[in-house]
Protein backbone atom coordinates (compact mmCIF):
# COMPACT_ATOMS: atom_id res chain seq x y z
CA UNK A 1 0.00 0.00 0.00
CA UNK A 2 1.49 3.57 -0.67
CA UNK A 3 1.61 5.64 2.34
CA UNK A 4 1.86 8.75 0.42
CA UNK A 5 -1.40 8.51 -0.83
CA UNK A 6 -4.10 10.83 1.05
CA UNK A 7 -7.22 9.38 1.98
CA UNK A 8 -10.26 12.18 1.60
CA UNK A 9 -11.66 13.29 4.98
CA UNK A 10 -15.49 12.86 3.44
CA UNK A 11 -15.63 9.76 2.03
CA UNK A 12 -18.24 8.58 -0.22
CA UNK A 13 -18.62 12.23 -1.26
CA UNK A 14 -16.90 13.52 -4.64
CA UNK A 15 -14.86 16.53 -5.02
CA UNK A 16 -17.13 18.92 -6.18
CA UNK A 17 -19.78 17.97 -3.43
CA UNK A 18 -17.43 18.70 -0.73
CA UNK A 19 -16.81 21.64 -2.35
CA UNK A 20 -20.56 23.16 -2.06
CA UNK A 21 -20.43 21.54 1.42
CA UNK A 22 -17.45 23.95 2.55
CA UNK A 23 -18.71 26.69 0.64
CA UNK A 24 -22.27 27.03 2.92
CA UNK A 25 -21.20 26.50 6.22
CA UNK A 26 -18.23 28.57 5.64
CA UNK A 27 -20.68 31.09 4.50
CA UNK A 28 -22.88 29.82 7.34
CA UNK A 29 -19.49 30.32 9.69
CA UNK A 30 -19.39 34.29 8.71
CA UNK A 31 -23.16 34.81 8.96
CA UNK A 32 -23.71 33.14 12.63
CA UNK A 33 -20.36 33.19 13.64
CA UNK A 34 -20.71 29.46 14.93
CA UNK A 35 -22.07 26.44 13.70
CA UNK A 36 -23.23 23.03 14.84
CA UNK A 37 -21.54 20.22 12.50
CA UNK A 38 -20.06 16.74 12.45
CA UNK A 39 -16.10 16.83 13.58
CA UNK A 40 -14.89 15.79 10.08
CA UNK A 41 -16.83 18.47 8.75
CA UNK A 42 -15.29 21.11 10.87
CA UNK A 43 -11.80 20.75 10.39
CA UNK A 44 -12.10 20.77 6.66
CA UNK A 45 -14.44 24.03 7.45
CA UNK A 46 -11.57 25.37 10.37
CA UNK A 47 -8.46 24.89 7.74
CA UNK A 48 -10.70 26.56 4.36
CA UNK A 49 -11.59 29.74 6.14
CA UNK A 50 -8.27 30.61 8.11
CA UNK A 51 -6.86 30.37 4.94
CA UNK A 52 -9.74 32.62 3.37
CA UNK A 53 -8.68 34.94 6.20
CA UNK A 54 -4.73 34.46 5.56
CA UNK A 55 -5.99 35.81 2.27
CA UNK A 56 -8.40 38.50 2.70
CA UNK A 57 -5.49 39.89 4.97
CA UNK A 58 -2.85 39.84 1.76
CA UNK A 59 -4.69 42.40 0.44
CA UNK A 60 -6.59 42.89 -3.58
CA UNK A 61 -3.79 40.45 -5.41
CA UNK A 62 -6.20 37.61 -3.24
CA UNK A 63 -9.43 38.94 -3.92
CA UNK A 64 -10.34 36.96 -7.18
CA UNK A 65 -9.47 33.56 -5.29
CA UNK A 66 -12.18 34.73 -2.90
CA UNK A 67 -14.13 35.91 -4.96
CA UNK A 68 -14.23 32.18 -6.70
CA UNK A 69 -14.41 30.44 -3.57
CA UNK A 70 -17.64 32.45 -2.65
CA UNK A 71 -19.28 31.47 -6.39
CA UNK A 72 -19.25 35.65 -6.48
CA UNK A 73 -21.92 35.76 -4.31
CA UNK A 74 -21.29 39.49 -3.87
CA UNK A 75 -23.20 39.22 -0.06
CA UNK A 76 -21.18 36.82 1.12
CA UNK A 77 -18.39 38.05 0.07
CA UNK A 78 -18.93 41.76 1.53
CA UNK A 79 -19.83 40.10 4.78
CA UNK A 80 -16.81 37.82 5.08
CA UNK A 81 -14.70 40.59 4.55
CA UNK A 82 -16.45 42.84 6.80
CA UNK A 83 -15.86 40.07 9.57
CA UNK A 84 -12.01 39.63 8.58
CA UNK A 85 -11.61 43.75 9.08
CA UNK A 86 -13.55 43.97 12.73
CA UNK A 87 -13.03 40.96 14.25
CA UNK A 88 -9.70 39.26 13.38
CA UNK A 89 -7.76 41.74 11.96
CA UNK A 90 -5.50 42.00 14.91
CA UNK A 91 -4.85 38.36 15.21
CA UNK A 92 -2.17 36.05 12.84
CA UNK A 93 -3.30 32.92 12.84
CA UNK A 94 -5.74 30.89 14.82
CA UNK A 95 -9.61 31.95 13.45
CA UNK A 96 -11.56 29.46 14.63
CA UNK A 97 -12.09 27.13 17.30
CA UNK A 98 -13.55 23.71 17.85
CA UNK A 99 -15.64 22.80 20.60
CA UNK A 100 -16.79 19.28 21.18
CA UNK A 101 -21.00 18.81 22.36
CA UNK A 102 -23.04 16.34 23.17
CA UNK A 103 -23.92 13.91 20.61
CA UNK A 104 -26.83 14.15 18.03
CA UNK A 105 -30.33 12.45 19.19
CA UNK A 106 -31.25 10.43 16.36
CA UNK A 107 -28.20 8.87 15.34
CA UNK A 108 -25.57 9.68 18.27
CA UNK A 109 -23.22 11.13 16.26
CA UNK A 110 -20.37 13.24 17.45
CA UNK A 111 -21.32 17.00 16.97
CA UNK A 112 -19.32 20.27 17.56
CA UNK A 113 -19.11 23.87 17.69
CA UNK A 114 -17.33 25.37 15.51
CA UNK A 115 -16.65 29.22 15.63
CA UNK A 116 -14.46 32.49 15.48
CA UNK A 117 -12.57 32.87 18.51
CA UNK A 118 -14.13 35.79 19.75
CA UNK A 119 -17.38 34.27 20.01
CA UNK A 120 -19.18 32.12 22.77
CA UNK A 121 -20.85 28.97 23.13
CA UNK A 122 -24.78 28.97 23.33
CA UNK A 123 -26.12 25.54 23.46
CA UNK A 124 -29.76 24.74 23.63
CA UNK A 125 -30.51 23.16 26.82
CA UNK A 126 -33.79 19.94 26.41
CA UNK A 127 -36.09 20.08 28.44
CA UNK A 128 -35.44 16.89 30.12
CA UNK A 129 -31.60 18.72 30.84
CA UNK A 130 -33.82 22.04 32.13
CA UNK A 131 -35.76 19.91 34.57
CA UNK A 132 -32.72 17.99 36.01
CA UNK A 133 -31.00 21.42 36.64
CA UNK A 134 -34.46 22.61 38.48
CA UNK A 135 -34.45 19.48 40.81
CA UNK A 136 -30.74 19.74 41.07
CA UNK A 137 -31.05 23.36 42.47
CA UNK A 138 -33.87 22.70 45.05
CA UNK A 139 -32.26 19.24 46.47
CA UNK A 140 -28.98 21.80 47.16
CA UNK A 141 -31.62 24.36 48.83
CA UNK A 142 -33.23 21.85 50.99
CA UNK A 143 -29.61 20.42 51.82
CA UNK A 144 -28.12 23.34 52.97
CA UNK A 145 -31.49 24.98 54.76
CA UNK A 146 -31.72 21.39 56.65
CA UNK A 147 -28.01 21.79 57.75
CA UNK A 148 -28.40 25.52 58.68
CA UNK A 149 -31.27 24.37 60.77
CA UNK A 150 -29.38 21.69 62.21
CA UNK A 151 -26.43 23.20 63.55
CA UNK A 152 -28.46 26.02 64.37
CA UNK A 153 -31.07 24.13 66.44
CA UNK A 154 -28.23 22.25 67.88
CA UNK A 155 -25.91 25.07 69.38
CA UNK A 156 -29.04 26.24 71.16
CA UNK A 157 -29.40 23.43 73.11
Same mark, same amino acid.
Given at each position: ? @??? *??K??M???? =????A?? +? ?8 R @?Q? *??TT? +???? *?V?S ?9 ? !?G??SQ?? *?Q?FF??NEK #?? #?K? @??? %?E???Q?? &??G ?5 ? +? ?5 D @? #??? %?????? &? =?E?KE ?5 Q?LL ?6 ? &?K?SV?? !?V?? =? ?6
Open positions: M @NKQ *IKPRQGKT =ASHVSI +TRSLVMELV @NQ *IKP +TKAK *IKRFDRLVTLSK !RESRM *ISAS #AI #AF @NKV %VTQLDR &NSYTRIVK +TLPRKG @N #AAQ %VYIMLV &N =AVKKSEVKEKRQKEE &NKTG !RKK =AVSGTKK
